[in-house]
């Protein structure tokens, strides 16, 4: 079986984490800073806070935007639950704001029409591995004096006018879970350019604890404040010195991901069966996936889904729109109608293979197989 996402760990990374093994700090160690560091060079941030997945980062992003009971968060629903779940974490209210129909990326134009009196923040997502539209919900976060919060959770390496996702919004989230871009077991960051922002992200993920005030006490060395209700979302040394090393091979994944997208895009401009989702004209896709609508003209989605599976090709679905999971349905009155262009969206995608050691006959197998599932 092909897979649709596949993690690859090299003998160098292997050396890296043993090392970190073998040293005096498991966690909270120099490698935590250096990951950072490391991070924020890539991305052009000026702070990064690194957390124990992605899921840990968008929390901690919510709470940095100072989201509680009663706040509303514009979301969009092509998403894993985990970017709604966030606001939901802090008291808040996830707000489904409807995709484009062409690229699954928040649809700016709607946005607007959402924002009221408790509307405090937006998240966006960047949907497969593409940028959204930083500059149009940037003026919108501004004119209406709301919190940019950006899921990037697909897009580390990709590009917006030019610049590395990771400094448009107020803050970005990053997971380094197996199947992204680069992992760390499991793992994620917060980047900012906010200095207030990053502080407050750095103390929700140590319980709430101030440092400060430990630094003021520096005489009394015992002596901390728990100041506010945080987690423990730490990284440990182990995962950041792998961290540290797979970040080395992110370009030359990211460039292995576009020479697949490139060959299935031409592959696929032969034939009516599948289209492959619209490209930005601003950006760089980082291809965490490459998503095809099946032509529900000439097959259904789950009869193209299976003949894939028979033939040995791991597809999968990204995703089932948020709000109509059933505990959204129950818990927040969302339903079917709601977001159609997202429902709609979601009866015909499919997630193809797409990973940084895809070799060029796997590739020729996806295309042929797709090629037998319309036949
Ligand atoms: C993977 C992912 C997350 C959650 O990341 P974890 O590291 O698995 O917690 C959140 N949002 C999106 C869009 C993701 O793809």
Redesign the pocket.
């Known amino acids: 079986m092909i897979p649709y996402g596949k993690h690859s760990v090299s003998e160098e990374d292997v050396r890296a984490v043993t090392a970190v093994l073998r040293s005096d700090w498991l966690t909270t160690g120099p490698k935590v800073e250096e990951f950072e560091k490391a991070i924020c060079e890539y991305t052009g941030a000026s702070d990064g806070v690194s957390v124990s997945?992605?899921?840990?980062?968008?929390h901690t992003a919510v709470y940095a935007a100072g989201i509680g009971k009663g706040d509303e968060v514009i979301v969009p629903p092509m998403?894993?639950a985990?970017?709604a779940n966030a606001v939901l974490y802090q008291g808040g209210r996830p707000v489904f704001v409807d995709v484009d129909p062409d690229t699954l990326l928040i649809d700016v134009a709607k946005v607007e029409q959402k924002i009221n009196d408790k509307t405090k923040a937006i998240i966006s997502?960047?949907?497969a591995g593409q940028p959204c539209d930083y500059d149009a919900l940037r003026k919108l976060a501004t004119d209406h004096h709301l919190f940019f919060i950006s899921?990037a959770?697909?897009s580390l390496g990709a590009e917006y006018e030019g610049e590395k996702v990771g400094k448009q919004a107020d803050i970005s989230?990053f997971?380094?879970?197996p199947?992204?871009g680069m992992t760390t077991g499991?793992?994620?960051m917060v980047v900012t350019n906010r200095h207030d922002v990053a502080e407050r992200s750095r103390l929700f993920r140590n319980h709430g604890i101030n440092r400060t005030f430990k630094e003021r006490a520096a005489k009394e060395t015992w002596y901390y404040e728990m100041v506010d209700l945080g987690f423990n979302y730490r990284l440990s040394d182990i995962q950041c010195a792998l961290g540290i090393s797979q970040l080395k091979r992110l370009p030359a994944g990211l460039k292995r991901r576009r020479d697949v997208a490139s060959a299935y895009d031409d592959a696929f401009s032969q034939q009516e069966l599948v289209k492959p989702l619209g490209i930005v004209p601003y950006g760089v896709h980082a291809y965490?996936l490459y998503v095809v609508r099946v032509n529900t003209k000439m097959t259904t989605r789950a009869k193209f889904f299976a003949s894939l599976r028979s033939q040995g090709i791991g597809v999968n679905v990204?995703y089932i729109p948020v709000h109509l999971h059933p505990y959204y349905r129950e818990h927040l009155g969302t339903k079917k109608g709601m977001c159609p262009v997202a429902e709609e969206a979601y009866e015909q995608i499919v997630s193809l293979p797409m990973y940084a050691t895809l070799t060029d006959d796997e590739v020729h197998s996806v295309v042929e197989a797709v090629g037998k599932a319309g036949s």
């Open positions: 997945s992605g899921t840990a980062a968008l998403t894993f985990a970017t997502v960047d949907y899921d959770c697909h989230a997971s380094f879970h199947v992204k499991e793992g994620g965490h990204h």
